[in-house]
């Protein structure tokens, strides 16, 4: 979908993402720990409808995720419909990324995909959801833990890039690795609503495919996609 638009020079260039996941040579290689706080702040759609925002405000207020030893910090998360990853080639309904950076300056992404349910759902997805429908712009609650599966939950781990505008390099994927059926749900309802604001996936997300996992197209001596596997911890403050 960008690598074509000259607006956006990183998209293309190596390593890219999303990925499709095999998992043939997955290799356990640490922990990931969860240490979301609660936070408040307002749900926006981006002005050219690639994605659907939530901002940490003040800095540091939402808390964030450890990788090894090193710590980092939530700067935003926004969602995608349907899945931008995919597992053997299958989406789920709904994406949550969930997006960090250490002090570094690396960035860390938690990947989090959903199945529609016809009712119920993840109720912070609701609340986005109901938050950003409002007349009024308002502040809501938001707690990210909300999106979490258990503690133990494996998570596939890559190094790739942002998959919306500007494409930047990220050091850390992590997407939840819980097979259909057992990962969380989101309300049909809410995936309805959310198409009304995010026209650039979900009337073009068919042209957005993922990139091979061990033949990545760009460029073309792109070395194989290496994925390791991590086993989450969530500490609730």
Request: proline share 7%; with cysteine.
């Amino acid at each position: 979908l960008f690598r074509s638009n000259r607006e956006y020079k990183e998209c293309g260039k190596a390593p890219q993402s999303p990925i499709n996941f095999t998992m043939t040579d997955a290799k356990s290689d640490g922990a990931l720990k969860f240490q979301y706080r609660e936070f408040v702040s307002r749900a926006m759609p981006d002005e050219k409808g690639y994605k659907f925002d939530v901002e940490v405000h003040p800095p540091a207020a939402g808390g964030g995720i450890m990788i090894g030893n090193t710590s980092y910090e939530l700067k935003s998360f926004h969602v995608h419909t349907k899945s931008e990853h995919t597992f053997g080639g299958a989406q789920a309904a709904f994406e949550v990324h969930l997006v960090h950076e250490s002090a570094t300056g690396l960035t860390a992404v938690v990947g989090i995909l959903m199945d529609e349910v016809a009712s119920g759902g993840n109720g912070l997805v609701t609340d986005m959801m109901t938050n950003a429908m409002e007349k009024a712009i308002k502040d809501f609650k938001v707690n990210p833990n909300r999106f979490l599966s258990r503690s133990g939950t494996r998570y596939y781990s890559y190094k790739g890039s942002l998959t919306t505008p500007g494409c930047s390099p990220v050091a850390y994927w992590m997407v939840d690795a819980s097979p259909k059926g057992g990962r969380p749900t989101v309300n049909r309802g809410d995936l309805e609503n959310l198409k009304t604001f995010i026209l650039g996936f979900s009337i073009n997300h068919a042209t957005h495919s993922t990139y091979p996992y061990n033949d990545r197209p760009v460029p073309i001596d792109q070395p194989p996609v290496n994925v390791t596997v991590y086993n989450s911890q969530v500490i609730i403050p």
